[in-house]
T-cell receptor, first 110, second 114 residues
Framework: DAKTTQPNSMESNEEEPVHLPCNHS???????IHWYRQLPSQGPEYVIH?????VNNRMASLAIAEDRKSSTLILHRATLRDAAVYYC???????????WGAGTKLIIKP | DTEVTQTPKHLVMGMTNKKSLKCEQH?????MYWYKQKAKKPPELMFV???????INESVPSRFSPECPNSSLLNLHLHALQPEDSALYLC?????????????FGPGTRLLVL
């Protein structure tokens, strides 16, 4: 089964960009890459997803490597409210389940 | 309305008790999920209902019994739980539509089994 690997934690300064990496070297050709985040004491919330091309939305950007073995979630200007655990997830083609990474705890320093 | 609600927020129960967790969504989603999340771990899938039918049971012990009375409601009945079942129980919903579908999560019920 495909799986994802993420750093345990990262720190960033407020109002600076943040790049959260994810490795998924065993990804299959039809697996979508999803990112969710979980703020303290809340359920996970969707951030962004993509297949092959880079994607942008109002929350973040997703940069996907050409070989799809890694991706990077980019928060363009982090705020204190972005402090959360960020999960890199593969969408399993065979049964539509989410295969969750262990998550990266993002700490934002004022 | 993109909200999934869960009740209760917190629950403390003894090992001989019977209790139920409730989840509701009004987004018209036809897939609903139960997840279990232990501290500092990602959520683990327990059950999936698709069009009100149980489609996935991830080998969950029978002391957890899911129920989907209609397309908006999802229950999780708890009986004879063990202390190791203490966790955050998350409900989610989505509109079945392939690999791109987004899951919407509720805030969870924090369960403590004594």
């Amino acid at each position: 089964d495909a799986k994802t690997t993420q750093p345990n934690s990262m720190e960033s300064n407020e109002e600076e960009p943040v790049h959260l990496p994810c490795n998924h070297s065993t990804i299959s050709g039809t697996d979508y890459i999803h990112w969710y985040r979980q703020l303290p004491s809340q359920g996970p919330e969707y951030v962004i997803h993509g297949l092959t091309s880079n994607v942008n939305n109002r929350m973040a950007s997703l940069a996907i490597a050409e070989d799809r073995k890694s991706s990077t979630l980019i928060l363009h200007r982090a705020t204190l409210r972005d402090a959360a655990v960020y999960y890199c997830i593969l969408r399993d083609y065979s049964n539509y389940q989410l295969i969750w990474g262990a998550g990266t705890k993002l700490i934002i320093k004022p | 309305d993109t909200e999934v609600t869960q009740t209760p927020k917190h629950l403390v129960m003894g090992m001989t008790n019977k209790k139920s967790l409730k989840c509701e969504q009004h987004m018209g989603h036809r897939a609903m999920y139960w997840y279990k999340q232990k501290a500092k771990k990602p959520p683990e899938l327990m059950f999936v209902y698709s069009y009100e039918k149980l489609s996935i049971n991830e080998s969950v012990p029978s002391r957890f019994s899911p129920e989907c009375p209609n397309s908006s409601l999802l229950n999780l009945h708890l009986h004879a739980l063990q202390p190791e079942d203490s966790a955050l129980y998350l409900c989610a919903s989505s509109q079945p539509g392939g690999l791109q579908e987004t899951q919407y999560f509720g805030p969870g019920t924090r369960l403590l089994v004594l």
